[in-house]
């Protein structure tokens, strides 16, 4: 099976036999007289890695034991098993819900005590994403949805819940992105690239001035870090139509972050990377060489020292090794100072529709 | 003329005549050889009210005279004429842009020097608002876009810059609220209701279950407190349509501060409140006597010292003042408690939609 094989066969496995199976596989181990355990991947930092070859954030092959009859695992053991049980419920019934909701819907389960089986959200949260590696599957295949954001634009036609929805038939507003888009179907993709853009004020003056049709792509905004329904839009708008993918960003290190996010994957969740990152991804801007070349430094802003110190963090990441990225980081630790996108307004309302992104991608002058 | 009649003519005088004509003012002034003037209303607090007749904050009648000849006014007389010159320049071009972009765009307006004529946002922002009060107009007729959140579903069609769209024909995800509805043309309008929900995720899943095709309503998700897009379009809703609009928030002081500015207005922005607040809004939840009715207790959340503080500011507000949120607000002060919308959830992942809501508007269970 090919690598893009292999990943589609993954997309398309059924979560509830999954949750099912752990389930299965617990009674046979009691049958057997063995302590029933759960083997998780572990998630820690020391079991992260850069791969060079899929240019991703991953999770190496480190894995825990999780028994039951054992003090330290017990709670952590019923909290897996409560989540999966909960999980099962929500694919049933066939709805979908935040990862707030299921910790309340969790948080009491056993009668008649006043203990809780989940005291605060980030416990069932770790469960969650315990579950996801565990079973190599989004928590949105789980009907666990992440927080939702942005806004997306473009001549692409989709069915979603038995609509028919024209992304360029939505005036100003476009369509709010939701937070699972798995099961929604391209009819028609009519673009030769998609921009992201970190702040939704630049989308809307995008969209005003019709960029995506001039252009003939997609405009996707994030509204600052992007969702992870934004993520997988991304990725899959990528990888099913060969998309280019450019993302416009601030010129500070969180900017630049949140671009290596959509491109490489987080460290927190670099179990998702395959399924929610895009290594293709290219940054348009905005870079420190910008601000040099179109004449920008009257509107920069002071780095603080926390900007410095995120500089320096991201010149070590591997996955910013890039002599291009290494210039710009070592420009800004040199210069202290950061930039927004909005500095280009200084040119002109029009700025950046009409001169600095046609010229950026007519040069293809992009950092990797 | 009515009311209503003269708030329409408000809202349809020319936004660019009447920027032309503070600059025929001013000509006037200096060919009678009067030190030219700019007359603004003063949006400090002490010029702020409540107005028990239409249940708005407003702004008083203290005006404040801004002389060019005068050390300590010119510089802000110089930064309202920019701002209101470039505002003018945004009307012709018809592109509308963010309160940032404004900013960058007027930073340094004065060629072979170094000092700026606006050295942070919000110098530039306080002159939008001045502007704003001075010709009786928002923002957005100045073609200044507020902050962009929100997301809308429901029987509805509108025609938004020469697009037909259908609020029910748009899946899971809904339309993204623009930041100017100023120009959204409503052709049909097929609710009873109007529900405004605090937070996306609670929207996504009454979405899902089709809320608003079993109870003929709207659902709006406002992503925290409303965007002045999103509040701008439940006023249209509410006023042109006549549907009653329930607001549904976590029960603690800052859910219901939400509440309060989509009803009554902020008295930050007390001279938008006209165009922007819907005081005929009601409270749906979740309030402290729910966690008493629905047994929620073991679902609550410590109120913490800054909770009890500003549960304490509301109680003083003039618009608190019904027995209902006195009773409201001097319990959770008592019990120290508070909720989140979620807290339901643990009743079943769908009993919001099927139950509680339900329930309560039948009964018209509302708070004022």
Redesign the interface.
């Known amino acids: 099976m090919s690598e893009s094989e292999k990943k589609e066969s993954e997309i398309k496995k059924s979560p509830k036999k999954e949750l099912e199976n752990i389930g299965f596989k617990i009674l046979q181990q009691i049958e057997k007289n063995e302590n029933p355990y759960l083997e998780v991947p572990i998630r820690a930092l020391s079991n992260v890695c850069y791969d060079e070859k899929t240019k991703l954030l991953k999770l190496g092959e480190k894995k825990a034991k999780r028994y039951f009859l054992n003090i330290a695992h017990a709670k952590k053991f019923m909290q897996t098993i409560i989540i999966a049980s909960k999980c099962k419920e929500?694919i049933e019934?066939n709805?979908?819900?935040?990862l707030?909701?299921?910790?309340?819907?969790v948080?009491?389960t056993l009668p008649d005590s006043d203990e809780n089986t989940f005291d605060e959200q980030n416990e069932s949260d770790a469960v969650i994403e315990d579950l996801e590696v565990m079973l190599d599957l989004l928590r949105e295949q789980l009907h666990l949805?992440a927080?939702?954001?942005g806004?997306v634009v473009g001549k692409v036609t989709?069915?979603?819940?038995?609509?028919?929805?024209h992304w360029d038939?939505?005036?100003?507003?476009?369509?709010?992105?939701?937070?699972?888009v798995e099961n929604?179907e391209f009819k028609r993709v009519d673009a030769d690239f998609c921009l992201v853009v970190e702040k939704?004020?630049?989308w809307?003056?995008l969209n005003?001035?019709k960029f995506w049709k001039e252009h003939n792509c997609i405009i996707i905004g994030a509204?600052g870090q992007a969702a992870r329904g934004t993520r997988r839009l991304i990725k899959r708008l990528s990888e099913e139509f060969n998309l280019p993918v450019y993302v416009f960003c601030d010129c500070d290190a969180y900017g630049w972050y949140i671009y290596s996010v959509i491109k490489t994957g987080s460290m927190n969740l670099a179990h998702t990377s395959e399924k929610l990152a895009t290594p293709n991804a290219k940054f348009i801007g905005l870079t420190m060489s910008d601000i040099l070349k179109y004449d920008l430094k009257?509107?920069t802003i002071k780095a603080t020292e926390q900007d410095i110190k995120r500089a320096k963090e991201l010149m070590n990441y591997k996955w910013f090794q890039h002599p291009h990225w290494q210039r710009e980081l070592q420009m800004m630790i040199n210069k202290r100072y950061k930039a927004?996108l909005?500095?280009?307004?200084?040119k002109?309302?029009?700025f950046v529709s009409e001169n600095y992104l046609p010229e950026k991608i007519e040069k293809q002058d992009f950092l990797p």
Do not use: C
């Open positions: 929500l019934e709805i979908h819900t935040s707030r909701d299921m910790f309340y819907a948080k009491r949805n927080d939702v954001r806004r989709i069915l979603d819940s038995g609509d028919t929805i038939k939505l005036g100003s507003g476009g369509w709010a992105i939701p937070s699972n929604i939704n004020a630049a809307e003056r005003e001035d509204q009257k509107y927004e909005e500095a280009l307004t200084s002109g309302f029009r």
